[in-house]
């Protein structure tokens, strides 16, 4: 197991941490995170410790890809484990942020909706032998979505100071961006999927 495998599994730990420290009860052990408030905002320790995970297991993302692509690193279970890792990660913070409150369902959903399509569309060039490579507006997605997830860990800090919803900004643009680049990789593969298979 080479180095940037061993990163995407410890992003697969991170983000089974992150769930367990915001869906666990953990009143019910008589474990209670302190609460402080900064100006106003109240902030719950619960949502800054997983926010600081959060934003470790994003840089394993970029890591595990840096070294992967320096060293010739890059192997078909890397490959697979760093999909499954950036889906559990992001998508499941997105829908507990949802749950909890914090940002709107469109967010979680469309996002949702949008990695199935493009895993699709992936797979189905796979089949015939073809890589679909990243495009631009699917990392500035990535990029955007993972600044405005820490942003919202931490409670929007130190924009919700000057009442600047930088956080829900990010969201949304990524939301956007996610549309985009998930109509860009149909249009750039959609003759790979309507053709018929060679014998």
């Not at 800054?48 to 394993?60: E, H, P, W, Y």
């Not at 010739?72 to 890397?78: A, E, M, P």
Request: hydrophobic residues 55%.
């Amino acid at each position: 197991m080479n180095i940037p495998t061993k990163l995407t599994i410890s992003r697969i730990i991170i983000s089974i941490i992150i769930i367990i420290i915001l869906l666990f009860p953990f009143y019910a052990i008589n474990i209670n995170f302190p609460q402080y408030s900064v100006n106003g905002v109240l902030i719950d320790l619960r949502y800054i410790i997983a926010g600081v995970l959060f934003i470790i297991g994003s840089l394993t993302d970029f890591l595990d890809g840096y070294i992967a692509r320096k060293y010739g690193l890059i192997t078909n279970t890397g490959k697979m484990l760093d999909a499954i890792a950036d889906k559990v990660l992001v998508n499941s913070v997105l829908i507990i942020l949802s749950a909890n409150g914090f940002i709107h369902a469109i967010v979680p959903v469309v996002i949702v909706l949008r990695d199935i399509v493009v895993n699709a569309i992936k797979m189905e060039a796979a089949s015939r032998g073809k890589v679909v490579a990243a495009i631009s507006s699917g990392k500035l997605k990535t990029a955007s979505l993972m600044v405005g997830v820490s942003l919202t860990f931490f409670y929007n800090l130190p924009f919700e100071l000057i009442n600047l919803r930088v956080s829900d900004f990010l969201l949304y643009f990524a939301t956007i961006m996610s549309i985009i680049s998930m109509i860009e990789y149909y249009n750039l593969n959609k003759k790979l999927i309507f053709d018929k298979k060679e014998d």
